[in-house]
């Protein structure tokens, strides 16, 4: 008999609705692989119980009594532990927010709640998500399931891990450079990040914050169909989210993966960017799927206009911006996370913080002359193609630290990198708010999955989900996860 956790995020549903499997079986079998799995994979940091099984049972009275069902009635659901879940904790992976509990829900969970979903925990990050790799003094690292000595990837990568083992089949996670894509590809998940402000977020209390870098919030999934069905739920506007607009198309209308008639250049270091030539060599595998569904693929000489390493210390800067006006809105609060609690997060946060403090407003304006170059490389290339398609990771793993401070590699192939995201290709697209996906292509020598990057023009999202589609049809992933034997116990 097929286990409820087994399933897909849309199958489940559909056996709720038929009466099959209740809400309440759903949420318990998730809460019983929870408690027996996440001591190895350390994918959740706080579960929330009996919130959970309350709303399981209202959900089953809704379905006894004939109600209409959302498209995720009863299907149990993590949320990353960076944002808010009212009523249960969020720790933001960092030792200082340790207990707060916060009383309102973020706009895209509250979205998937009101489509029937059923939070039943928060799952790890690095400590306010600032870099690539999901470590931290609280909880220590997330492991892919795929291979437990090497790290999820960050910064969603609770979330990540979480799906891949199946604890839940739909995770909520973030991208302001990667977040989502990094983790999808070394969990062997799907992710897609979509045009910037599709999914509507207002912030608090600066609701214009999100612009730079561009930060995305999309689910995680086992299939594509799943992650189409949460983010066409969590899509839309709002008055509060001054980026937000209409949305007047489905990504469901994507889902037949029929690609005749659209071209994608393939670039195989998306202009710059070191990749080992296993990573390389395994994403150019998957390919050959593309064409079999019908598109023209065409390897490109594309150049970006600045060398990776300082394209990616441009994206950093940006990040730097964000992180001193948290800091400056956290001690205007009474917390001074610099001085007082300067001892308890991790250094290059608190370097992070003071390379943001250090800009001009002119300094920070002038940035976006080097981000317009970008925008324009990219704008060129989508004039000739559809789709464009690279490694999303430059590298097949990164070993988990015992000392809790997972980062990656300082060089590839003798080429210097950023050890913090240096490594990955994800950062250009959330420069430029075009939508970009981590489709699983196959996996490393050691076990670890590697994902082909999709991208696409903006607001052109559905012809991201046809590409990821097509591949998923033709080179199906669903059977890897039957492959991971996971114990009870683990590192921690």
């Not at 931290?136 to 891990?161: D, H, I, Q, V």
């Not at 002119?362 to 002359?369: G, K, M, N, Q």
Request: glycine letters at 10%; hydrophobic letters at 45%; proline letters at 7%.
């Amino acid at each position: 008999m097929t286990e409820p956790t087994d399933l897909t995020a849309h199958h489940l549903a559909d056996l709720i609705r038929r009466r099959e499997i209740s809400p309440v079986e759903a949420v318990e079998a998730s809460l019983e692989r929870i408690q027996q799995l996440n001591p190895t994979v350390n994918a959740f940091v706080t579960v929330c119980a009996d919130r959970a099984l309350a709303a399981a049972k209202k959900a089953e009275q809704a379905v006894a009594s004939g109600a209409a069902l959302g498209p995720l009635h009863g299907v149990p659901i993590a949320v990353k532990d960076l944002d808010p879940v009212a009523g249960v904790r969020m720790t933001r992976g960092s030792l200082v927010f340790a207990e707060d509990v916060p009383t309102e829900t973020i706009l895209c969970v509250e979205r998937l709640e009101q489509a029937g979903a059923i939070v039943v925990g928060k799952t790890n990050t690095p400590e306010f998500g600032f870099k690539a790799t999901t470590d931290n003094a609280l909880f220590g690292p997330t492991p892919t399931p795929f291979n437990l000595e090497m790290n999820a990837g960050g910064s969603s990568g609770g979330s990540a891990a979480a799906v891949a083992a199946g604890l839940v089949p739909l995770a909520q996670g973030s991208d302001a450079g990667g977040s989502l894509r990094v983790p999808a590809a070394f969990c062997g998940v799907f992710a897609m990040m979509t045009t910037f402000g599709r999914v509507a977020v207002p912030a608090k209390p600066n609701a214009f914050r999100r612009l730079n870098p561009m930060v995305c919030y999309a689910p995680v999934a086992r299939s594509v169909r799943d992650a189409v069905i949460g983010l066409d739920v969590m899509s839309g506007p709002h008055p509060r989210d001054p980026y937000s607009f209409p949305v007047g198309d489905r990504l469901a209308d994507g889902l037949d993966g029929d690609l005749t008639g659209l071209r994608i250049a393939y670039s195989p270091d998306l202009g710059g960017y070191p990749v080992t030539a296993e990573a390389e060599r395994l994403v150019r595998a998957a390919l050959p799927a593309l064409v079999d569904a019908g598109a023209v693929v065409e390897e490109v000489d594309f150049k970006l206009p600045f060398p990776h390493d300082e394209l990616t210390a441009m994206w950093r800067r940006y990040l730097s911006l964000c992180h001193a006006e948290s800091a400056e809105v956290a001690r205007r609060q009474g917390l001074d996370l610099v001085g007082d609690h300067g001892g308890s997060i991790e250094a290059a946060y608190l370097d992070s913080v003071r390379v943001g403090d250090s800009f001009s407003a002119v300094d920070f304006r002038l940035e976006d002359l080097m981000r317009t170059q970008v925008l324009d490389a990219f704008e060129d290339l989508f004039d000739r193609y559809d789709l464009v398609a690279s490694p999303v990771n430059g590298i097949t793993g990164i070993p988990n630290s015992a000392g809790r401070d997972t980062v990656g590699p300082h060089e590839i192939d003798g080429r210097p990198v950023d050890r913090y995201v240096g490594w990955s290709l994800t950062s250009p697209f959330n420069l430029i708010a075009s939508p970009a996906a981590s489709v699983p292509a196959g996996r490393a020598a050691n076990g670890v999955p590697v994902g082909l990057q999709l991208a696409a023009r903006r607001h052109q999202d559905v012809k991201v989900i046809r590409g990821a589609a097509a591949i998923e049809a033709r080179l199906p992933w669903a059977d890897s996860y039957r492959d991971l034997r996971l114990g009870a116990a683990g590192p921690r």
